[in-house]
């Protein structure tokens, strides 16, 4: 059942890191283009999203059994990855925010997620370093310990 789970898990997280990174490309870029800044400087945004999406094709390509079976890992992933998807849905579609009204032509709250990026990108590089470990510390197998009786 957790083999199962796993790979549900590690398909959505590839899912979600694309879905995440479309609506991050989309909310920054029409930021930067609002505030007339240059493209080139919004990469320190996008660096994680690079360094995660790397991790996770090594962990593909190399079969790492030890990060693709690790269910806590694929679960805080996904949920790390559907609260940037949910960060970015909310400054782009809450109508209920003060400055989503006030920014009529854009739709999108730009404050609240300049707030955001810099924790979500906390985050991101929090699940790289987390796999870097996962990576390189082996899977320890359990040692089978034979009891022998004593007449």
């Known amino acids: 059942m ?9 398909v959505m997280k590839v899912i979600f890191l694309l879905i995440s990174f479309v609506i991050t490309f989309n909310i920054v870029l029409r930021m930067y283009d609002r505030l007339d800044k240059n493209y080139i400087e919004s990469i320190s945004v996008f660096l994680p999203y690079f360094s995660l999406f790397l991790v996770f094709a090594i962990n593909l390509v190399f079969k790492q059994s030890q990060v ?34 006030r920014l009529g032509n ?31 510390t082996g899977k320890k197998e359990a040692q089978k310990v034979i009891a022998k009786k004593i007449d």
């Open 2 to 10: 957790t083999k199962i789970i796993n790979v549900f898990l590690l």
């Open 68 to 101: 693709n079976n690790c269910l806590f890992y694929n679960v805080t992933c996904c949920l790390v990855l559907c609260m940037l998807i949910f960060c970015g849905y909310r400054a782009m579609y809450d109508e209920y925010m003060l400055l989503y009204i």
């Open 106 to 136: 854009y739709h999108i709250n730009f404050n609240y997620y300049a707030d955001m990026i810099a924790p979500l990108q906390v985050m991101l590089y929090l699940l790289t370093f987390s796999n870097f470990i996962l990576m390189f």
